[in-house]
Every structure is written in structure tokens, then in C-alpha cells.
Nanobody
Framework: QVQLVESGGGLVQAGGSLRLSCAAS????????MGWFRQAPGKEREFVAA????????YYAYSVKGRFTISRDSARNTAYLQMNSLKPEDTAVYYC???????????????????WGQGTQVTVSS
């Protein structure tokens, strides 16, 4: 059973930074692409970023490109989302997710991620 646990959320002022972590159980973490999604109040969940199993490829939503950085540490079974220049519109619950096996490309489709964490709240004040 795969478990994903997010941490690092909190309250920050606009322009500030936060780093989210996603700790994964299981010894096959390094074999799967990982993604981050977010859901703001009253809105549908949306894609934020994804990273390949090797960490060599990344993919970002237009709204966060240049401000957020996704990374991973396979030795620690952990994925990260460094968020800089935060804006009030970044306020949301942030979820990490594991991509389905044998996926040869990075994707923003939720249905192609098979395990999800419980989420961590990020609140950006103006």
C-alpha cells in the first residue's frame, strides 16, 4: 500500500515562500513520476507541476511557471514543491500524487495519478 503524506503548508504573506514536502512509503518511489495539484475553495482541483521518475524532466502549469520548482530526492522517498513569489490566488489545499506505472510522459490529467495524499493547506495573505 502506497501512502503519501504532505507537509510544509501554512500562512504566508504575498511575496513570500514555502516549501512543501511529500513523503512516500514504499521502495518503488523512484520508479514513478510525481505530481502536485491544488484545490482552492469553491474551485475544481487543478494541476500545478509534475516531475519524471528520474527528476530529469519537469512540467508546470502556466500560472506557476517561473515561481514554483518541483524536485525529488529518491534517497529520502520525498518530492518537494518550492513556492516563491506567492500570490493570494495561490491559496489552496495542495496535494501530491503518484503517476500510474508505465506512464512515459508527464501529464496534468488527474485520472492518470493513482495515489494521493491528504493535502496541506497553503494560505497567502495580501
Amino acid at each position: 500500500q502506497v501512502q503519501l503524506v504532505e507537509s510544509g503548508g501554512g500562512l504566508v504573506q504575498a511575496g513570500g515562500s514555502l516549501r512543501l514536502s511529500c513523503a512516500a512509503s514504499g521502495r518503488t518511489f523512484s520508479s514513478y513520476a510525481m505530481g502536485w495539484f491544488r484545490q482552492a475553495p469553491g474551485k475544481e482541483r487543478e494541476f500545478v507541476a509534475a516531475i519524471s521518475w528520474s527528476g530529469g524532466k519537469t512540467y508546470y502549469a502556466y500560472s506557476v511557471k517561473g515561481r514554483f520548482t518541483i524536485s525529488r530526492d529518491s534517497a529520502r522517498n520525498t518530492a518537494y514543491l518550492q513556492m516563491n513569489s506567492l500570490k493570494p490566488e495561490d491559496t489552496a489545499v495542495y496535494y501530491c500524487a503518484r503517476a500510474q506505472p508505465n506512464l512515459s510522459y508527464l501529464t496534468d490529467y488527474e485520472s492518470l495519478y493513482d495515489y494521493w495524499g491528504q493535502g496541506t493547506q497553503v494560505t497567502v495573505s495580501s
